[in-house]
């Protein structure tokens, strides 16, 4: 009797994501034109505990989609501005010494940082050094920051939703590797077609203000991600995941031979975790109980991008790392 309640919870759950989904889709198309496939990837990676990172040149609207996400999820939201003098402790937080007023007595009293919140904003996030981007990686492991020896946990839900320009732009530093594995998604950002920026130049030059609806809170947002977490998946999906994720990796003895000659570094067992969280998400969001290979296939660019390494070989010949992927895809039998 409870197993069947249980069930029935869980479709009404299921069916109330999936309205959620669709009001935040509508909200945001009050602000954003097109980039439909992106705002998919955002909350896919939303319902699965994933961060993620917006890749585009300056003046695609990542910011500008982001703090529209932020606004119509009702979650505690802060911006941190990555610039090359920002510190570690302007993200985490520091402790200043307190004096008691009536006992003299000083003690350190901790003063946390922006990274205390719900949804973080690290716009451009690739203009401040390693040092300082790599204060964030406990936060978006572990979710919680620890500061002289003292661990301080973050508010659930946490996310972590950067941007960043291109590397080949100037004033730029390279992410670390161990920073950009930490991010689920890896979205890029195409100029908008030829309708669209007419429609984008006549909303933004103009007196229109769109007036957007909280659609969703922390209790039922945790709720959901509960649920992706729960929607089983057949063993032949998560072998299909794992297997193409392994022909990524040179050093494998059943790698194609041109991910040998042009792959340094494939994609590790947190890649194919975030293929199937990402697959049980979509599937969801589409109305199924059970994702399916072809969920796995649709992710595979975003989840992979940034965990692919290419070497010089590949970068003379022209190969790119989505190049690499599609070519997996379409002449490796897996």
């Given at each position: 009797?409870?197993?069947?309640?249980?069930?029935?919870?869980?479709?009404?759950?299921?069916?109330?994501?999936?309205?959620?989904?669709?009001?935040?889709?509508?909200?945001?198309?009050?602000?954003?034109?097109?980039?439909?496939?992106?705002?998919?990837?955002?909350?896919?990676?939303?319902?699965?505990?994933?961060?993620?990172?917006?890749?585009?040149?300056?003046?695609?609207?990542?910011?500008?989609?982001?703090?529209?996400?932020s606004s119509v999820i009702d979650l505690k939201f802060n911006r941190i501005q990555f610039t090359?003098?920002?510190?570690?402790?302007?993200?985490?937080?520091?402790?200043?010494?307190?004096?008691?007023?009536?006992?003299?007595?000083?003690?350190?009293?901790?003063?946390?940082?922006?990274?205390?919140s719900n949804v973080i904003l690290a716009d451009e996030i690739n203009r401040t050094p390693p040092?300082?981007?790599?204060?964030?990686?406990?936060?978006?492991?572990?979710?919680?920051?620890?500061?002289?020896?003292?661990?301080?946990?973050?508010?659930?839900?946490?996310?972590?939703?950067?941007?960043?320009?291109?590397?080949?732009?100037?004033?730029?530093?390279?992410?670390?590797?161990?920073?950009?594995?930490?991010?689920?998604?890896?979205?890029?950002?195409?100029?908008?077609?030829?309708?669209?920026?007419?429609?984008?130049?006549?909303?933004?030059?103009?007196?229109?203000?769109?007036?957007?609806?909280?659609?969703?809170?922390?209790?039922?947002?945790?709720?959901?991600?509960?649920?992706?977490?729960?929607?089983?998946?057949?063993?032949?999906?998560?072998?299909?995941?794992?297997?193409?994720?392994?022909?990524?990796?040179?050093?494998?003895?059943?790698?194609?031979?041109?991910?040998?000659?042009?792959?340094?570094?494939?994609?590790?067992?947190?890649?194919?975790?975030?293929?199937?969280?990402?697959?049980?998400?979509?599937?969801?969001?589409?109305?199924?109980?059970?994702?399916?290979?072809?969920?796995?296939?649709?992710?595979?660019?975003?989840?992979?991008?940034?965990?692919?390494?290419?070497?010089?070989?590949?970068?003379?010949?022209?190969?790119?790392?989505?190049?690499?992927?599609?070519?997996?895809?379409?002449?490796?039998?897996?």
């Amino acid at each position: 009797m409870n197993i069947d309640n249980s069930k029935d919870n869980d479709v009404v759950l299921a069916n109330k994501l999936n309205e959620s989904v669709r009001k935040i889709k509508s909200e945001i198309a009050k602000v954003i034109i097109g980039q439909d496939e992106v705002i998919d990837h955002l909350l896919i990676s939303l319902l699965s505990r994933g961060h993620c990172l917006l890749v585009g040149v300056p003046g695609l609207a990542k910011t500008l989609l982001i703090k529209t996400l932020s606004s119509v999820i009702d979650l505690k939201f802060n911006r941190i501005q990555f610039t090359p003098d920002l510190m570690p402790s302007d993200i985490t937080g520091t402790e200043i010494i307190e004096e008691d007023p009536i006992s003299k007595k000083r003690e350190f009293r901790f003063i946390k940082g922006p990274i205390f919140s719900n949804v973080i904003l690290a716009d451009e996030i690739n203009r401040t050094p390693p040092k300082t981007q790599s204060a964030l990686l406990e936060a978006m492991q572990e979710h919680r920051v620890t500061i002289a020896g003292k661990s301080y946990q973050l508010d659930e839900p946490f996310f972590v939703l950067a941007t960043q320009n291109p590397i080949e732009q100037e004033g730029t530093y390279p992410l670390p590797e161990a920073q950009l594995d930490r991010f689920m998604f890896n979205l890029w950002l195409d100029y908008p077609s030829y309708k669209e920026e007419i429609e984008v130049v006549r909303t933004t030059t103009s007196q229109y203000s769109a007036d957007l609806k909280k659609v969703v809170n922390a209790e039922e947002l945790l709720l959901f991600q509960d649920l992706v977490k729960k929607v089983p998946v057949a063993d032949n999906v998560i072998e299909w995941a794992v297997k193409f994720v392994s022909k990524t990796r040179p050093l494998n003895s059943d790698s194609p031979k041109f991910v040998k000659d042009w792959v340094r570094w494939g994609g590790g067992p947190r890649a194919s975790q975030y293929l199937i969280l990402a697959a049980k998400a979509k599937s969801v969001i589409a109305g199924r109980y059970t994702p399916n290979i072809d969920d796995v296939k649709s992710v595979l660019v975003p989840v992979l991008r940034h965990r692919i390494i290419i070497n010089f070989n590949a970068e003379a010949e022209g190969m790119t790392t989505v190049g690499v992927i599609n070519k997996i895809l379409e002449e490796v039998n897996i």
